[in-house]
């Protein structure tokens, strides 16, 4: 069997009811070439995934509790393809997304494609922001715990931001040969960003910033991540800017 152009890996847990969104979000995208490669450690199975007859899906589930860093590993060390894209299981990926990261990774002569800046929702707060990692000084927005709260970042108190452009995986694509260098940590928190800093010590990284509203970065409360957007964007405009995402914001 011919290898695919791409496969996607999505590490997932306790998430059943957003796997139907990123099915849609996968088997939407312009480049067909693909193969989804889905690990679920949690209580019991997903039926929905069971169910679906498309054989460029691979869902396995593990009664094992893994790492999201094990997981990685684990779906990498099954993919046929040479590049590897990394699918968040509850973000959305518009149809143009992996087309884009990939010309720019053939167009820059890249090992690796990251977003530098792009969209976040946050469904408690009801707020749509952007979030330029290069900007580490200045006012940010903090999206963490019940309310939003805001704070002035200084060269002396924004160190923990030092590398986080390198950070946030679920917009990684890169070369499978980056990751044969060096895998992934056996962590849940920031093993993204650790495999990121090894990565660039011996790999091009093209950073991009998401002009083409191609990806929404969607935090709902139980994400680990903690983000710092600089700009708010009027509600209004979620529905032109991201209309697709619609069904998964109401969720």
Known sequence: MTAPTVSII???????????????????????????????????????MRSLSDPRIIYEHMSKKLTTGGKRNHLIGKARAPIIAQFDD??????????????AMDQNGSDIVKFFGFFLYHKLYKTLGF??????????WIWSGAAPSMVMLTEQNNHVLKDN?????FSYVFRRKVWEHDQ???????QDGVFMLNAVQRFKLTGLYD?????????HGSNVSRVFPQYLIPNFLLPSLFPQAEALLAV
């Not at 139907?20 to 949690?42: G, N």
């Not at 979030?131 to 940010?140: E, T």
């Not at 452009?165 to 995986?169: K, P, S, Y």
Request: with cysteine.
């Open 10 to 48: 999505t590490p997932t847990f306790n998430r059943h009811q957003f796997l139907p969104f990123a099915t849609k979000f996968v088997l939407h995208q312009s480049i067909s070439d693909l193969e989804w490669l889905v690990l679920d450690d949690s209580p019991t199975p997903s039926e929905f």
């Open 90 to 103: 509850d973000d959305f990926y518009g149809p143009n997304y992996l087309a884009t990261m990939l010309a």
């Open 131 to 140: 979030w330029d990692l290069n900007i580490k000084l200045g006012p940010h």
């Open 165 to 169: 452009h390198l950070g946030f995986g």
């Open 184 to 190: 992934f940590p056996d962590m849940n928190w920031n």
């Open 211 to 219: 002009v083409g509203c191609t990806c929404l970065h969607v935090l």
